[in-house]
């Protein structure tokens, strides 16, 4: 991997061995900004890709990550709700100064700073998804209870209610 990606790759890669978790992280051949370009490229359910959205707190200024199943639109108000406070999809500066990441590669793990973190529930629906490794080209391997194991994150419904 070029330089740029090495550094944030190799801080989800510590974070990985740190919970316990030696999990390789895969180059995909193309970036994937997207839940249905990941799904493509690794010849899975696009429903299998743990998108990492990040929220800001409207109050607190707290980052809020949700992992949702990349076939599910996220509810904001769902989100506001369980963190007690109304919430922001958050802009690229904030993702990258409480994450350490670029939107399309925001990690579960290895972030710069703690966050409350959010998993859809139909995430567990899979006997396995791929999260994020760093960079929107890298991706790994996981179950969602190791997931909920190396995040300590809360399981909920995250969904937006399908519409008419």
Do not use: Y
């Amino acid at each position: 991997m070029a330089d740029t990606l090495s550094l944030s790759v190799q801080r989800v890669r510590d974070a990985l061995q740190a919970h316990g978790f030696g999990r390789e992280i895969v180059r995909l051949p193309a970036s994937a900004h997207t839940s249905a370009e990941a799904a493509h490229q690794l010849g899975c359910e696009v429903a299998q890709i743990a998108k990492s959205l990040v929220f800001r707190g409207r109050t607190s200024g707290r980052a809020v990550l949700v992992i949702a199943s990349g076939a599910n639109r996220v509810d904001e108000h769902k989100i506001a709700a369980l963190v007690s406070e109304p919430v922001d999809k958050a802009d690229a500066a904030f993702v990258r100064e409480r994450t350490g990441f670029a939107i399309g590669g925001v990690a579960p793990v290895g972030h710069t700073e703690p966050v409350t973190t959010l998993i859809d529930e139909d995430l567990a629906r899979w006997p396995e998804i791929w999260a994020a490794g760093g960079h929107p080209s890298t991706v790994f391997r996981l179950r969602v209870d190791e997931l909920i194991r190396m995040t300590g994150g809360r399981v909920t419904l995250v969904k937006e209610r399908a519409r008419k």
